[in-house]
């Protein structure tokens, strides 16, 4: 009964929440005389058995800790809390510092021989049950003292032999992260003197292996994980099990079938206990409970001030809509301290133009650009210094890979209220992304079992993981733990080694789709707009920037498609940027035809009908370009001719055609050797050119009001026998293909 009352409470919460009032009023109703029920027997147990731990700060781990008692209703005394760390270096030996806080606090109750004492570490530790299971477990194990125990004799290698053998898997030694006993006994253990920073494991240790005095104190070890789980050397003895129904997120033993209800991440297996601990103690239950437990209310009036460090640490494509998704995040900019880094001189203008276009609208503004020479690293420290300077209540790093699609990431973020948390963003359709699920022993990455079902939204909630990159926000009581400077890792991985080491949980929410990142891995910087180039790597993108806005209606059957001419389909394919690019990449190459029949770019070295052009393969653009032709032109090709499906689509003549008044001003009428012939407007009539246009002799008919962007799409052989209009003044650039010859 008692085991099920947080149960009944987190759901009625949960109700609370997300369903219907009404729902929640009925449910609340049922629950509440077991919750009585529960409460009293809890009541009981709290008084019959007294948890104690020892923590001088509230870290991350100690509020899991905290939490996870709250959760099974365990009242905790917290020993030590804002006193001084007395016990030494706590990643080496030290610790007689608990025993000395311990021994004080429970000298009124060493005569109570009903009174039982539950010991435990707290920043690496999680309950996973209420006090009635964990006493069950405890009477069961026929000790009057238990002590957890784990598969390496430490601190002191050398006693190892003096321990009772155990058989097979079992852990043979002492751990002194969690214990518990009767309260005479407990008090008769920590008779002995040690000082504050003496060992408490190597204490503990001895009294164990005083064969008199572990007979004595009634001394057993948990050998085989009934109560207590240490996880250090133990990742293939136990198995994560969460059930969804009931909330109950376990480790199980799997070496002697044992659930242990006691959880310590000892040793080098804090990061395995961070993982486990997404799912431990009620955290995750098919929705996030957890997510919903420590909100922060914004004050809008008072909203926190943030230094928004924008790092441009490598060349990446789309920078231009990078810097949009900047300017568009919503968060009052007097609230935002800007701080731009660029190491990268094709994106210095920009990074200088943002900052002196926009800076003013910031509370300040300061930029790096890469002639100054601040590499990476100290890019990061300066971004940071910056923010203890200015008082910043956070820092949001965000890199020029990770593009915000939600405007309101940052304000989401901040009601996680963490120390540190980020959104998750992934490669577009990918599984790359800006956090590590597990590290791999040397430090790097490793896949964790959830990465895949976090990555692409099947399990969503927020995540204590090991490892997060590209976008970021730190609250600023974590701002010193951080250190960019590492010998071996880069500036990333040595900042998230940093804050593991200060026990500072980083969490990733994919609790809402915040945005993505692009792909920089090839990005060719020597080309004249180098983001047209990367159609393959970044379909997605190369879709906002080059393609219309309002080229998906056309798909729509239902969407009539304009017909200026008998057969001749007109559409809007592509933007502004797709056509400036362009003509841009095509001028700085520069290599116009000289418009006579020889063309030695032909097979046959004859052309009939000559144009001033240059074709796509002569700017490294035709197989994007037949990529183009495949994803975008053949759908709105099968919505006008119907019963024609050629996929994909074949062209051989992919070229940009030049019109000017003293050069190339007409062309004369002919047919196209196609079965049907694009042709996309690159530029706009009465701004950019006088004339021109396109007339179909059989029908008498031409097109002169053509559009930038948009697309005319005929057939080619027999009946659309046609001829360019005189250009009178300015240059006219038309993007022409051959579809199917
Ligand atoms: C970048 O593009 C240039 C010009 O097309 C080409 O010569 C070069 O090989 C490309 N570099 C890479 C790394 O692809
Ligand atoms: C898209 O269509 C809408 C409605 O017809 C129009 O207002 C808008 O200007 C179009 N977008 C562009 C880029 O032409
Ligand atoms: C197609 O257009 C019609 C009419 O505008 C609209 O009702 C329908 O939802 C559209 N279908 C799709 C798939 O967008
Ligand atoms: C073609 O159309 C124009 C006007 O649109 C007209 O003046 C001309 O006579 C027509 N030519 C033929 C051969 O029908």
Excluded at 49 to 65: L, S
Aim: proline share 4%; charged share 20%; hydrophobic share 40%.
């Amino acid at each position: 009964m008692a085991a099920t009352m947080p149960l009944l409470f987190l759901a009625s919460l949960l109700l609370l929440q997300g369903a219907s009032a009404s729902a929640s009023e009925s449910d609340a109703d049922v629950a509440a005389p077991e919750v009585v029920v529960a409460a009293a027997t809890q009541q009981n147990l709290n008084e019959k058995i007294k948890v104690f731990t020892v923590a001088t700060e509230p870290t991350d781990g100690y509020r899991r800790y905290v939490r996870s008692a709250n959760v099974y209703d365990i009242e905790v005394t917290t020993l030590g809390m804002g006193e001084e760390w007395q016990g030494g270096d706590m990643k080496s030996a030290g610790g007689g510092f608990k025993i000395n806080l311990l021994r004080k606090a429970i000298e009124d109750l060493k005569d109570e021989e009903d009174t039982i004492i539950l010991f435990t570490d707290s920043y690496d530790v999680i309950f996973t049950a209420a006090l009635d299971e964990i006493l069950e477990k405890f009477k069961e194990s026929g000790a009057k003292l238990l002590f957890s125990a784990e598969k390496y004799c430490w601190p002191d290698k050398s006693l190892a032999d003096q321990y009772p053998e155990v058989e097979g898997k079992a852990s043979r030694f002492l751990n002194s992260g969690a214990f518990i006993g009767y309260a005479p006994q407990v008090y008769a253990l920590l008779e002995e003197a040690i000082e504050n920073t003496g060992d408490d494991q190597l204490y503990f240790t001895k009294v164990f292996l005083d064969e008199a005095k572990r007979a004595k104190l009634g001394m057993k070890l948990d050998t085989q994980s009934r109560l207590f789980q240490n996880l250090h050397g133990a990742k293939n003895d136990v198995k994560l099990k969460v059930d969804l129904d009931s909330n109950q997120g376990t480790l199980q033993n799997i070496d002697f079938m044992t659930t242990p209800l006691i959880i310590h991440g000892n040793g080098l297996s804090k990061v395995d206990l961070n993982a486990y601990g997404n799912y431990l103690a009620k955290t995750f239950s098919g929705v996030c409970t957890f997510c919903l437990e420590y909100p922060l209310e914004l004050d809008e009036q008072n909203l926190p001030i943030i230094t928004l460090a924008v790092m441009v640490p490598q060349a990446v494509p789309f920078f231009d809509m990078f810097l949009a998704s900047i300017e568009k995040l919503n968060y009052p900019k007097e609230s935002l301290h800007l701080f731009m880094y660029s190491n990268v001189a094709l994106h210095d203008d920009a990074v200088e133009s943002y900052a002196n276009n926009q800076g003013k609208n910031y509370a300040s503004a300061k930029f790096v650009l890469s002639v100054d020479e601040l590499d990476e690293r100290q890019g990061r420290q300066l971004a940071l210094d910056k923010a203890k300077l200015q008082h910043s209540d956070y820092i949001f790093f965000v890199d020029a890979d990770a593009h915000i699609d939600d405007s309101e990431v940052l304000r989401e973020l901040l009601r996680m209220n963490k120390q540190f948390v980020a959104p998750v963003f992934s490669k577009y359709h990918e599984l790359w992304s800006n956090f590590w699920g597990a590290l791999s022993e040397n430090g790097y990455y490793a896949r964790s079992h959830d990465y895949v079902d976090i990555v692409k939204r099947d399990l969503i909630g927020m995540f204590n993981v090991p490892h997060v990159t590209t976008i970021y926000l730190i609250k600023h009581s974590a701002f010193d733990a951080i250190k960019f400077e590492h010998n071996d890792f880069d500036p990333d991985m040595a900042m998230c080694e940093s804050l593991r080491n200060a026990g500072i949980f980083m969490y990733v929410s994919n609790q809402r789709y915040h945005g993505h990142l692009i792909n920089a891995d090839n990005f060719n910087t020597t080309v004249v707009r180098p983001d047209f180039y990367t159609l393959f790597s970044n379909q997605y993108d190369w879709t906002l920037k080059y393609i219309h806005q309002n080229y998906s209606t056309q798909l729509n059957e239902s969407m009539v498609i304009p017909q200026p001419c008998p057969d001749v389909f007109w559409f809007q394919i592509v933007s502004d940027a797709f056509c400036d690019d362009l003509v841009a990449i095509m001028e700085a190459y520069g290599k116009w035809s000289d418009g006579s029949n020889n063309d030695n770019r032909l097979e046959g070295g004859y052309e009939a009908v000559p144009t001033r052009d240059i074709h796509m393969r002569q700017v490294g653009l035709d197989t994007l370009y037949l990529k183009f032709l495949q994803i975008f032109v053949r759908p709105l090709q099968e919505r006008v001719f119907t019963g024609y499906y050629h996929n994909p689509p074949r062209s051989l003549m992919n070229f940009m055609v030049r019109y000017r008044p003293d050069e190339q001003p007409f062309l004369r009428p002919h047919h196209d050797s196609s079965t049907y012939t694009i042709n996309i407007a690159m530029n706009s009539v009465g701004i950019d050119y006088e004339g021109g246009g396109c007339h179909f002799l059989r029908y008498n008919c031409s097109v002169t009001e053509t559009k930038k962007g948009w697309m005319l799409m005929h057939p080619g052989r027999l009946t659309h026998f046609h001829e360019g209009l005189l250009v009178t003044k300015g240059t006219r650039y038309i993007m022409i293909s051959f579809i199917d010859p």
